[in-house]
């Protein structure tokens, strides 16, 4: 009687040991994002807990893609060793009466703040990201669109030799927005058109 009175205990035991573990695994550890992230309320302090990260770590890439602009829209990303790319659109398990209208908010979206996008979430990942050289941008409307670009060319673009300073320096890095990506100039749209297909 004692016997099975201490199995079912231990069986009990090892299925709350289980339901813990599994959850555990399933949340991730990391905090969900649900509102859409605009210029305004992009929480550089947040984004900067992921400086010096690398190509390779998956959860800070996606923790700091979660949180740039058009995170509402990201569906996935792929690493390699020195580029990270990122590709926006619906879900697959969008619902088909609802796709129409998402396609069109996500084209008003893109028309409407896709240089933003481009220019400020490459600049974010070269500002955190130390080792990537390449990012790329892949957004699935009905005339795809991708944004790519080097990080010499972005050195280039904004007449520096380092951007990763301003991870530890959040002032100047919302500074560098407030100048150069909350009003584009003609200049950096024509930069951003030239590295888009």
């Known amino acids: 009687m004692k016997l099975s009175v201490l199995k079912s205990c231990l069986v009990g035991l090892i299925g709350i040991m289980l339901t813990v573990v599994i959850v555990g695994c399933y949340s991730g550890g990391g905090e969900t994002i649900n509102e859409d992230v605009t210029l305004e ?21 996606g923790n700091i893609l979660d949180r740039l602009l058009g995170n509402k829209y990201r569906q996935t990303f792929s690493l390699t060793e020195d580029s990270i790319t990122s590709h926006y659109g619906l879900s697959d398990s969008t619902k088909e009466e609802e796709k129409t209208e998402l396609e069109d908010a996500l084209e008003g979206y893109v028309e409407d703040h896709g240089n933003q996008l481009f220019f400020n979430n490459a600049l974010a990942l ?57 009003a584009l100039s003609d200049d950096t749209i024509q930069w951003i058109q030239d590295h888009t297909q």
Request: no cysteine.
């Open 126 to 182: 070269f500002i955190l990201v130390q080792n990537v050289d390449v990012v790329t941008f892949e957004i699935d409307t009905q005339t795809p669109v991708t944004f790519t670009v080097n990080r010499d060319d972005m050195h280039n673009l904004l007449e520096v030799d380092d951007l990763q300073h301003y991870a530890e320096d959040i002032e100047a890095w919302q500074q560098l927005i407030d100048q150069k990506i909350k």
């Open 41 to 61: 309320n992009m929480d550089l302090e947040k984004l900067a807990t992921y400086k010096k990260s690398y190509v390779g770590d998956n959860s800070a890439v």
